[in-house]
């Protein structure tokens, strides 16, 4: 293993971080001095205990695979090798009452073995070194007489670092506007920038690294599959006049305007009027991995919301919220 993926903090429990494949596609053999039942028995060594089933999280790790603890708290080791219980022995139908076993696995054995870290809680940023994670192994013979016929340690590290950004607040100046430059109920001003810029953005690598391990050989190693995103939410301060378009009130006070209100767009200030925002709904954009600084394009503009309407002040003001899965 040799990866670096990132798990912000608002990612879902149950998220697959490292996905690795061992293929061994190989038949046992075992000869015994007696004759008796063969037995085969999958266990965990060196596990620092258990978190629960892949279900409990959510996870689409397949259903019953049991999750591991991990020197990382908030990440979990699992393994889908076909068995979903441990240091329980399975008898070998094929192998009844004899001394020379040929172990096909009933489609077991052969098949591959996939280990998964997933999410399975708030991580605790760090390194998890390969060979602190658990050690799958396989034991084929007869009652007392098992000898371990695989084992799959783990070389190399992981490294899960904590990517954020800087996100000040946005102050849109809107203008000025007289009475007179509204033509009636629904019409507006000119649109004015209202984008949020994050800034300082560490990188964000994506998850889903892995690898793929044949027969012992050299693991071949992938970046991860998936990037990183985050989402923008936003809800007014004051009351919404009609949040499918992204209308608010004004503040209150005793200078206040009336009749009009504050409408809210995505994309530029030739693009928002035909993407309304509709407030609590988050929109989700995918971050770059070179980190920097992200904008999340948005515009703002008044609009007329009553028949009459008076002059005044005209504030508002919107809370974003901002979460990196």
């Given at each position: 293993m040799n990866a670096t993926v990132s798990a912000p903090a608002d990612m879902p429990l149950g998220t697959i971080l490292y996905r690795g494949v061992f293929n061994r596609p190989i038949q046992v053999a075992i000869k015994c001095t007696e004759q008796g039942q063969f037995y085969t028995l999958q266990k965990m060594a060196t596990s620092a205990g258990t978190l629960g089933k892949a279900e409990d999280f959510n996870s689409p790790v397949p259903v019953g695979s049991v999750v591991f603890k991990t020197?990382?708290?908030?990440?979990?080791?699992?393994?889908?090798?076909?068995?979903t219980v441990y240091d329980v022995p399975?008898?070998?139908a094929v192998c009844v009452n004899s001394s020379n076993c040929i172990w096909n696995g009933d489609s077991i054995v052969n098949a591959a073995s996939i280990?998964?870290?997933?999410?399975?809680?708030?991580?605790?940023?760090?390194?998890i070194i390969g060979a602190s994670l658990p050690v799958y192994s396989e034991l084929f013979g007869q009652d007392g007489f098992m000898v371990t016929t695989m084992a799959m340690p783990f070389t190399g590290s992981i490294t899960v670092p904590p990517p954020s950004c800087t996100t000040p607040d946005v102050a849109v100046e809107m203008g000025t506007w007289s009475v007179g430059d509204f033509r009636g109920k629904g019409s507006g001003t000119e649109w004015q920038d209202a984008s949020i810029r994050m800034t300082g953005c560490d990188n964000f690598y994506g998850y889903r690294a892995g690898h793929n391990l044949d027969n012992g050989g050299t693991a071949s190693l992938s970046e991860p599959v998936y990037k990183n995103k985050y989402t923008v939410s936003l809800s007014p301060q004051s009351a919404a006049i009609d949040s499918n378009s992204g209308i608010m009130s004004v503040a209150e006070g005793d200078n206040s305007a009336s009749g009009v209100g504050i409408q809210i767009g995505m994309g530029s200030?030739?693009?928002?009027?035909?993407?309304?925002?509709?407030?609590?709904?988050?929109?989700?954009?995918?971050i770059s991995s070179a980190g920097s600084t992200m904008t999340?394009?948005?515009?703002?503009?008044?609009?007329?919301?009553?028949?009459?309407?008076?002059?005044?002040?005209?504030?508002?003001?919107?809370?974003?919220?901002i979460a990196y899965k």
């Open positions: 020197s990382m708290p908030g990440v979990g080791f699992a393994l889908n090798s076909g068995y399975h008898a070998a280990m998964y870290l997933i999410k399975t809680g708030p991580i605790t940023p760090g390194t200030v030739a693009s928002a009027e035909s993407r309304l925002v509709t407030f609590g709904n988050p929109y989700q954009q995918d999340f394009p948005l515009a703002a503009r008044y609009i007329q919301t009553n028949e009459r309407l008076r002059p005044g002040k005209a504030d508002g003001k919107v809370t974003f919220t």
